[in-house]
């Protein structure tokens, strides 16, 4: 083969090699699907509610869900589709959910992303079904007597205790039939930490 | 033949050569387009490309029997007829089964055709011009097919693409019995030649990746129009058009040139299955690289294969027979593997689109209706890539929200497309072993070493 034969081969090979260069140092190699984070390694979540209480119970969601994954071994991804896809789902499933969400309190509260129990209350009454001049009397509460009388933590531990998950996840795609459950979940909740606190307090109280 | 008369009808036999070969992967873009018209399934679909291959590849050797047996003349003229009527026929085709019985028609109508104009514009030229001629106008049809007909399909309709085809055969037929040319029986007859029609089977096998391969990438996967696809695989035809003459330019010689265009359609294709982003300008170098190597082998090939091997049409017949055959290959080899990766796909698109969705600065309730409505359109549109923006435009948002909605859609698109890439790596990256391995069957072994020589020596004494 004369050297005239090896040109257009020679410069089809340098064509080929520089393209899969310049390709390769654009990121050829990188353009596929985001893999699933680890759901063990904390990320940060940021809420993207307005209000306090919603952001919370978002933020608690978002941290239950990776602590639920990490105990699982799965990724947050393919347990959130897991969940969504049918309704028969295995006690044990809703056992470690449950336990994520009670992880998540602890992390909340060590992180200190738990606000004061009397940082909630305004909205919590706005919502409440009580008459006004209970929610007057209530808000006329100094912050500190309201903050101890009342735990964050203590309040969601009872409320995700108490929550029906099974049914909480059926009702996913109904935001109302979803909130009443919230709601009766917390004040639920609220009722059994003001019995205790006051318990504690007061013993021997008749009716507790 | 009076030289005004051979200015008309040589052309017209040439693009009667283009449109036939053409024809192999002139439907791709309209595929979509006929599933939904004619409600058929995705493997019927496929049908109506491989039932042209397949038939051309089985029927070219037989026709270029009888066509080196009898008078050429009426039956090329008989066989562009028959492809004109059975592309009337697929253009007025109401059911899946009626396109596939036109197509297959339409093929056997082209297989006598295709090498009936080679003994036509061989009779009317002489034997070197009337082989290139023949060469260069199925090297562009080839290349052409996808972009002519993802513009008809666009502009007009998928029957667009047929009717074109029955003004340009009434005229090819007249144009065909006014040449002469006689039958004149062979003294010997030689035996196929191996290597080039090998070379070409493999060639064709993964050229069908970058013609048809590509196509679906930006049509199906990165949810480009037709229009805009036809657009980006023009590429291919303009560069095997300018692949010749800069060729014959460096004159390094046949052997050279397939070579070189081996590397070239390999790198392309490899370079189609690494793409940087979505962005169509990643795809036309690569497509550049592939058109090149396609107009320095096939022509090269096509020469190798026929030159100086009697009787020419059988030997027309081969090397026809051999590049639909590789068409099929290509299909049946690759097909499996991109719908299965397609498939597997749908998994970690699936994830990365719920992380994004958990992730995203919308109020959960607008969450769960966003995923709700997603995961409908995702089982809806199994084993394709789905269309998110319905599912978007549904929301109900604050200003505010719905910058942050639109923020999702395109990362979602984004992942989406990397997905679908992802899922096409594999059959790119098979085509472009393919066309490594055609390389591969061109290096002569000692025993056929001789033989290659000797018609390498003639070649680049002559020229071509």
């Given at each position: 083969?004369?050297?005239?034969?090896?040109?257009?081969?020679?410069?089809?090979?340098?064509?080929?090699?520089?393209?899969?260069?310049?390709?390769?140092?654009?990121?050829?190699?990188?353009?596929?699907?985001?893999?699933?984070?680890?759901?063990?390694?904390?990320?940060?979540?940021?809420a993207?509610s307005t209000t306090s209480i919603e952001a919370l119970g978002e933020v608690l969601v978002?941290y239950g869900?990776?602590?639920?994954?990490?105990?699982?071994?799965?990724?947050?991804?393919?347990?959130?589709?897991?969940?969504?896809?049918?309704?028969?789902?295995?006690?044990?499933?809703?056992?470690?959910?449950?336990?994520?969400l009670l992880?998540a309190v602890e992390r909340m509260k060590r992180e200190n992303l738990l606000p004061p129990a009397s940082a909630l209350a305004d909205e919590a009454l706005a919502d409440a079904d009580l008459n006004r001049f209970l929610k007057a009397a209530i808000r006329a509460l100094p912050d500190r007597v309201v903050d101890a009388a009342l735990k964050t933590d203590d309040v969601l531990r009872r409320a995700i205790t108490d929550l029906?998950?099974?049914?909480?996840?059926?009702?996913?795609?109904?935001?109302?039939?979803?909130q009443?459950?919230i709601s009766a979940a917390v004040t639920q909740a609220v009722k059994d930490s003001l019995t205790d606190r006051l318990r504690s307090i007061v013993?021997?109280?008749?009716?507790l | 033949?009076?030289?005004?008369?051979?200015?008309?009808?040589?052309?017209?036999?040439?693009?009667?050569?283009?449109?036939?070969?053409?024809?192999?992967?002139?439907?791709?873009?309209?595929?979509?387009?006929?599933?939904?018209?004619?409600?058929?399934?995705?493997?019927?679909?496929?049908?109506?490309?491989?039932?042209?291959?397949?038939?051309?590849?089985?029927?070219?050797?037989?026709?270029?029997?009888?066509?080196?047996?009898?008078?050429?003349?009426?039956?090329?003229?008989?066989?562009?007829?028959?492809?004109?009527?059975?592309?009337?026929?697929?253009?007025?085709?109401?059911?899946?089964?009626?396109?596939?019985?036109?197509?297959?028609?339409?093929?056997?109508?082209?297989?006598?055709?295709?090498?009936?104009?080679?003994?036509?514009?061989?009779?009317?030229?002489?034997?070197?011009?009337?082989?290139?001629?023949?060469?260069?106008?199925?090297?562009?049809?080839?290349?052409?097919?996808?972009?002519?007909?993802?513009?008809?399909?666009?502009?007009?309709?998928?029957?667009?693409?047929?009717?074109?085809?029955?003004?340009?055969?009434?005229?090819?037929?007249?144009?065909?019995?006014?040449?002469?040319?006689?039958?004149?029986?062979?003294?010997?007859?030689?035996?196929?030649?191996?290597?080039?029609?090998?070379?070409?089977?493999?060639?064709?096998?993964?050229?069908?990746?970058?013609?048809?391969?590509?196509?679906?990438?930006?049509?199906?996967?990165?949810?480009?129009?037709?229009?805009?696809?036809?657009?980006?695989?023009?590429?291919?035809?303009?560069?095997?058009?300018?692949?010749?003459?800069?060729?014959?330019?460096?004159?390094?010689?046949?052997?050279?040139?397939?070579?070189?265009?081996?590397?070239?359609?390999?790198?392309?294709?490899?370079?189609?299955?690494?793409?940087?982003?979505?962005?169509?300008?990643?795809?036309?170098?690569?497509?550049?690289?592939?058109?090149?190597?396609?107009?320095?082998?096939?022509?090269?090939?096509?020469?190798?294969?026929?030159?100086?091997?009697?009787?020419?049409?059988?030997?027309?017949?081969?090397?026809?027979?051999?590049?639909?055959?590789?068409?099929?290959?290509?299909?049946?080899?690759?097909?499996?593997?991109?719908?299965?990766?397609?498939?597997?796909?749908?998994?970690?698109?699936?994830?990365?689109?719920?992380?994004?969705?958990?992730?995203?600065?919308?109020?959960?309730?607008?969450?769960?209706?966003?995923?709700?409505?997603?995961?409908?359109?995702?089982?809806?549109?199994?084993?394709?890539?789905?269309?998110?923006?319905?599912?978007?435009?549904?929301?109900?948002?604050?200003?505010?929200?719905?910058?942050?909605?639109?923020?999702?859609?395109?990362?979602?698109?984004?992942?989406?497309?990397?997905?679908?890439?992802?899922?096409?790596?594999?059959?790119?990256?098979?085509?472009?072993?393919?066309?490594?391995?055609?390389?591969?069957?061109?290096?002569?072994?000692?025993?056929?070493?001789?033989?290659?020589?000797?018609?390498?020596?003639?070649?680049?004494?002559?020229?071509?």
């Amino acid at each position: 083969m004369n050297q005239r034969a090896l040109v257009l081969p020679a410069v089809s090979v340098a064509l080929v090699a520089g393209l899969l260069g310049v390709q390769t140092a654009n990121g050829g190699g990188d353009f596929v699907p985001a893999r699933a984070a680890d759901p063990c390694v904390p990320r940060v979540v940021t809420a993207a509610s307005t209000t306090s209480i919603e952001a919370l119970g978002e933020v608690l969601v978002l941290y239950g869900i990776d602590g639920a994954a990490c105990r699982i071994g799965v990724s947050r991804e393919q347990l959130v589709l897991t969940l969504g896809v049918g309704t028969d789902h295995t006690e044990a499933l809703y056992a470690e959910l449950r336990a994520g969400l009670l992880d998540a309190v602890e992390r909340m509260k060590r992180e200190n992303l738990l606000p004061p129990a009397s940082a909630l209350a305004d909205e919590a009454l706005a919502d409440a079904d009580l008459n006004r001049f209970l929610k007057a009397a209530i808000r006329a509460l100094p912050d500190r007597v309201v903050d101890a009388a009342l735990k964050t933590d203590d309040v969601l531990r009872r409320a995700i205790t108490d929550l029906d998950l099974r049914r909480l996840l059926d009702d996913l795609d109904q935001p109302n039939r979803l909130q009443q459950q919230i709601s009766a979940a917390v004040t639920q909740a609220v009722k059994d930490s003001l019995t205790d606190r006051l318990r504690s307090i007061v013993p021997d109280l008749p009716g507790l | 033949m009076p030289t005004l008369a051979r200015r008309a009808v040589v052309p017209l036999l040439a693009f009667t050569v283009g449109t036939v070969l053409a024809d192999s992967a002139i439907v791709t873009l309209a595929l979509p387009e006929i599933l939904r018209e004619l409600d058929g399934t995705v493997s019927e679909v496929a049908w109506v490309l491989i039932a042209y291959n397949l038939v051309l590849a089985i029927a070219a050797v037989p026709a270029a029997w009888v066509l080196s047996h009898r008078n050429p003349t009426p039956l090329a003229a008989i066989g562009i007829a028959v492809f004109a009527l059975a592309s009337a026929a697929c253009a007025l085709a109401s059911t899946m089964e009626v396109l596939i019985a036109a197509r297959s028609i339409q093929a056997l109508g082209g297989a006598f055709a295709l090498v009936g104009c080679l003994e036509l514009l061989v009779a009317a030229l002489d034997e070197r011009r009337g082989l290139a001629r023949w060469t260069a106008a199925g090297v562009i049809g080839t290349a052409a097919g996808p972009f002519a007909g993802g513009l008809l399909t666009e502009a007009i309709s998928w029957q667009s693409i047929f009717v074109v085809q029955v003004p340009i055969a009434v005229l090819a037929v007249p144009a065909a019995l006014t040449i002469r040319a006689p039958r004149a029986p062979s003294p010997t007859r030689e035996r196929p030649a191996g290597a080039p029609n090998i070379a070409l089977i493999l060639l064709s096998a993964a050229l069908t990746a970058a013609l048809f391969l590509v196509v679906l990438l930006l049509v199906e996967g990165w949810r480009r129009s037709p229009a805009t696809a036809a657009l980006a695989v023009s590429v291919v035809p303009v560069a095997a058009f300018v692949a010749p003459p800069l060729a014959r330019f460096v004159r390094g010689g046949p052997r050279s040139e397939t070579a070189a265009g081996c590397v070239l359609i390999a790198g392309g294709l490899a370079a189609l299955a690494w793409p940087p982003s979505a962005h169509l300008g990643w795809t036309i170098a690569p497509q550049a690289l592939i058109g090149l190597g396609l107009g320095l082998t096939v022509d090269s090939l096509t020469f190798a294969a026929m030159r100086d091997r009697f009787p020419r049409a059988l030997h027309g017949g081969w090397t026809i027979g051999a590049r639909h055959a590789g068409v099929v290959l290509g299909l049946v080899l690759l097909t499996p593997v991109f719908t299965a990766d397609l498939r597997d796909a749908e998994v970690p698109a699936t994830e990365a689109i719920t992380g994004l969705i958990l992730d995203a600065p919308l109020q959960p309730d607008d969450k769960i209706a966003l995923a709700s409505s997603l995961g409908e359109r995702l089982q809806a549109e199994r084993g394709r890539v789905p269309d998110l923006h319905p599912a978007f435009a549904e929301l109900r948002l604050s200003d505010a929200e719905r910058v942050a909605a639109d923020r999702l859609e395109a990362a979602l698109n984004n992942q989406l497309e990397r997905a679908a890439t992802r899922a096409f790596r594999d059959s790119f990256l098979i085509a472009a072993g393919l066309a490594l391995a055609a390389l591969l069957a061109l290096i002569p072994l000692p025993r056929r070493r001789r033989a290659l020589e000797m018609t390498s020596l003639v070649q680049d004494g002559g020229g071509r």
